[in-house]
C-alpha cells in the first residue's frame, strides 16, 4: 500500500507545484522588514533565510521571487524530501540533498559553496525531523563559514490549520490573510571564537523560539 501511495504521489507530482502555487496565491500576502537584508544582499553581502519547519509552506509563492540569485535550500534525502526538492527546482531554487542524519557533512559543504557564490540561501532550522523548537548547528556553521547574515523568518495566518505533527505544521485556509516577518539580521561570524559556537546556536534558538505557534 505504501508502495502505491508513493508511486501515486510521483506520478501527480508535476502538479503539485502548480497545485501549491494556485492554492497560495488565494494568500493575502503582507511582507514585513524585507529591505534591511535585501539591500545587505545587493551590496554584496550574502544573506541564510532561517524559519521553523512549521512554518515553511506559507513562505513557497514569496520565495519565487527570489529566483533570479539563484538561492539553495537543504533538503532531506527522503521520498517526502523527493517532492519538495522537485517544487523547490521548479520554484527557483536549488535543491541540496541531505540533512543532519544523511549525507550532513557534504550537503553542508555544497550549501557552504552554494551559498558563497550566490549570496543567498535558505534554510530550515528544526528540519527534517526535530524536535521542534530546537535549533540544529547546521545554521551556525553555515552563518560562521560563508560570513553569512542569518535572517529569521516567521509566518503567521489569521486562519490555518494544524496538523498533528511533530512540529504542528501549519496550512494557511484559502483566503487566510498571512503576514511573512523578517527579524533582525544576526551575524555570528563576528561573535568571537570557536568556542562561541554552542552559545551562539542557544542565543539564535532563544531568539528564534517566540515565533513558533502553539
Known amino acids: ?13 508535476g502538479s503539485f507545484y502548480h497545485i501549491i ?20 544582499l545587493q551590496q554584496g553581502g550574502r544573506v541564510l533565510l532561517c524559519c521553523w519547519h512549521q512554518q515553511f509552506f506559507s513562505a513557497i509563492r514569496h520565495f519565487k521571487s527570489y529566483a533570479p540569485y539563484h538561492p539553495a535550500l537543504m533538503i532531506s534525502q527522503s521520498k ?20 543532519s542524519s544523511r549525507d550532513g557533512g557534504r550537503a553542508l559543504k555544497e550549501m557552504i559553496e552554494h551559498l558563497n557564490h550566490s549570496g543567498l540561501a535558505a534554510h530550515i532550522v528544526d528540519g527534517p525531523r526535530g524536535p521542534a523548537g530546537i535549533v540544529k548547528a547546521g545554521v551556525v ?3 560562521r563559514a ?19 505533527s511533530w512540529d504542528r505544521f501549519m496550512l494557511p485556509k484559502p483566503f487566510a490573510r498571512v ?18 559556537f554552542e ?11 517566540p515565533g513558533l505557534l502553539t
Open 179 to 196: 503576514t511573512l516577518r523578517f527579524g533582525e539580521p544576526w551575524d555570528l561570524s563576528s561573535q568571537g571564537c570557536d568556542g562561541d
Open 141 to 143: 556553521s553555515l552563518a
Open 21 to 40: 502555487r494556485a492554492y497560495s496565491w488565494t494568500f493575502r500576502l503582507r511582507i514585513e522588514n524585507e529591505r534591511p537584508w535585501r539591500e545587505h
Open 199 to 209: 552559545r551562539q546556536r542557544i542565543q539564535l534558538q532563544e531568539a528564534m523560539r
Open 80 to 99: 517526502d524530501g523527493d517532492i519538495i526538492a522537485e517544487i523547490a527546482e521548479k520554484t527557483g531554487w536549488h535543491a541540496v540533498r541531505g540533512s
Open 146 to 164: 560563508t560570513g553569512a547574515l542569518v535572517v529569521p523568518l516567521y509566518a503567521t495566518a489569521d486562519r490555518a490549520w494544524y496538523f498533528k
Open 1 to 13: 500500500m505504501k508502495k502505491y501511495r508513493y508511486w501515486l504521489i510521483r506520478k501527480l507530482q
